[in-house]
């Protein structure tokens, strides 16, 4: 009776428990009390302890029945009680493993609860030791000594500057349509800066036609000690990508942004101009140049940045846009985008790689009976590469894009075709200042393909056959950079030899049209090589001219 009510009493001092614990719980929906668990745990372990001796008290009793005569019913019914106490003790032990295993659990969580509390503790004194360090030099400047800079959060909104001493910028907020991005925060002595903001979208205005462009994309912010500089925001439709941030004394130039597309939602379909890649950021010390951002629909892709004064290789330019939609009735193709020029190195260090230019549009097909003839647009050209350090090869120079395809009008409108549009002469190969190859010079771009004239009969019953246009004359190789000079070392020198770069091929002439009747397009010129070291370098090798269609 003694061991049956203390488990009473423990059964019932173990409700009211979890009826507080619960209560609180409830109250406050995201508060544990880790005492009032601990305290449920140790109840349910010796509520746990009870029951187990109970159980070991029972199990001879209940598992060794005696028959109480000597007849068959008397040994069947002590047999069925006598496996039924054996189950019953089975069932007992899984139960109990399983409290056992219950408590632990509870002890646990108990244990994780106090850590919680206790590190939440020690992070709150952390942060009252941090805001009475930082709360001189926010009052001063408005600016904290140690902490990251806050992150944009209304549309536009620049990221916040990281602390003096340590701290990464905040990123920019996008903008919102017709808006440009936030700039990205600048670092501190130790970090680096914010992402700029992507522009916002392009905005059409409820009584006219014309689609606004887009927002410009945010600037990268800057590091200036130990840190890269953030990446510029991508441009909106038909605005330019944000510029990359400045690296600090150690630490790469971020990248420039991509700059929008075609701003578009025009009616006829009209095919505008993208924005411009952004520049990528310069490197100070030690640290490469950001590459430059790609251009949007046929704009020009963004210069890389400046390499480190001591060592760092100069960031590579952005390509030119390009485009897949020929231009509006009645007008010739649009030019496709030059490519970014590749950032210079200094010291030790390459120059950076010059984008490749963008393909041009081709040419409109003539309004409904109009007879405009119009040629596609030339391809853009392929930036220059930068140039070599002291010690260090130039960068090569860029492709040049392909020309536009000629128009052609297959049902009505002009009965010629318009001439192919020529090739983007190939980017110069960046020289060297003093130990290194030259930069190859980039190929020149293919000459496009002429548009092919009609072929019918007339409202007259008069036949008629359309001329075609030409092919476009391939882009311009460019030129290779010159090769740096040879350096000797010790008594007994031997001198490296560092050759001039090779000039780029000549472009390919585009095809005339099907129809007989029209020119092909003339090759491009090619490249000239770069000239060796002035005492034993190697001269490059001149580039191929294109083919002539």
């Not at 994309?217 to 439709?237: E, I, T, V």
């Not at 192919?420 to 200042?433: D, E, H, I, K, L």
């Not at 020119?519 to 294109?546: C, E, H, I, M, N």
Request: proline share 4%; net charge negative; aromatic share 6%.
């Amino acid at each position: 009776m003694s061991s049956k009510r203390s488990s009473q009493g423990a059964s019932t001092h173990f409700a009211e428990i979890a009826y507080e614990g619960a209560w609180r719980t409830q109250m406050s929906f995201v508060i544990a009390v880790p005492e009032v668990v601990d305290a449920a745990a140790t109840e349910l372990a010796r509520i746990g302890s009870t029951i187990s001796q109970a159980n070991v008290f029972a199990a001879f009793p209940t598992t060794t029945i005696a028959a109480a005569g000597t007849d068959e019913v008397s040994t069947a019914l002590a047999a069925l009680f006598g496996s039924l106490g054996q189950e019953y003790q089975a069932i007992s032990n899984q139960m109990a493993a399983f409290h056992d295993q219950f408590v632990r659990n509870l002890q646990a969580s108990v244990n994780a609860y106090a850590s919680t509390d206790a590190a939440s503790a020690m992070a709150a004194a952390e942060q009252q030791l941090l805001d009475a360090v930082n709360a001189p030099t926010k009052a001063l400047t408005g600016r904290p000594l140690i902490g990251d800079g806050a992150d944009g959060i209304a549309p536009g909104q620049n990221g916040g500057h990281g602390g003096w001493l340590l701290g990464n910028g905040g990123d920019g907020a996008s903008g919102a349509p017709g808006q440009a991005g936030g700039r990205g925060g600048d670092a501190g002595l130790i970090g680096g800066g914010g992402r700029g903001g992507a522009g916002g979208a392009s905005i059409r205005t409820p009584t006219s036609p014309t689609v606004l462009p887009g927002g410009a994309g945010g600037d990268g912010g800057r590091a200036w000690g130990f840190g890269d500089g953030g990446a510029g925001g991508s441009g909106g439709p038909g605005q330019a990508g944000g510029r990359g941030g400045d690296a600090g004394f150690i630490g790469s130039g971020g990248r420039g942004g991509d700059g929008g597309g075609s701003v578009g939602g025009q009616f006829p379909l009209v095919p505008t101009r993208g924005g411009a890649g952004g520049d990528g950021g310069h490197a100070w010390g030690f640290g490469n140049g950001g590459a430059g951002g790609s251009g949007g629909m046929l704009a020009d892709g963004g210069r890389g940045g400046n390499a480190g004064f001591v060592m760092g290789n100069g960031g590579d330019g952005g390509s030119g846009g390009i485009t897949a939609f020929g231009a509006a009735h009645n007008d010739p193709g649009l030019s496709g985008g030059r490519g970014g020029d590749g950032g210079p190195a200094f010291l030790f260090g390459n120059g950076g790689d010059g984008g490749g230019g963008g393909d041009g549009a081709p040419g409109g097909r003539g309004a409904l009976f109009q007879t405009a003839v119009n040629p596609g647009g030339r391809g853009g050209d392929g930036g220059h590469g930068g140039s070599g350090g002291l010690v260090g090869g130039g960068g090569a120079g860029g492709n040049g894009g392909a020309g536009g395809r000629g128009s052609e009008d297959l049902i009505f409108g002009a009965i010629d075709g318009g001439n192919g549009g020529a090739g983007g002469n190939g980017g110069a190969g960046g020289s060297t200042r003093l130990i290194g190859p030259g930069g190859f010079g980039g190929d020149g771009g293919p000459g496009g393909r002429g548009g092919s004239g009609r072929v019918g009969v007339d409202f007259f019953g008069q036949p008629f056959i359309g001329r075609n246009g030409d092919g476009g004359a391939g882009g311009s190789g460019g030129n290779a950079g010159s090769g740096g000079i040879p350096y000797g070392f010790g008594g007994n020198p031997t001198f490296l030899q560092y050759g001039g770069g090779d000039g780029g091929d000549g472009g390919d002439g585009g095809d005339a049209g099907s129809t007989p009747g029209a020119k092909p397009g003339v090759g491009g010129v090619a490249g000239s090589a770069g000239v060796g070291g002035s005492l034993f370098g190697r001269d490059g090798t001149d580039g191929s001219p294109g083919a002539s269609s």
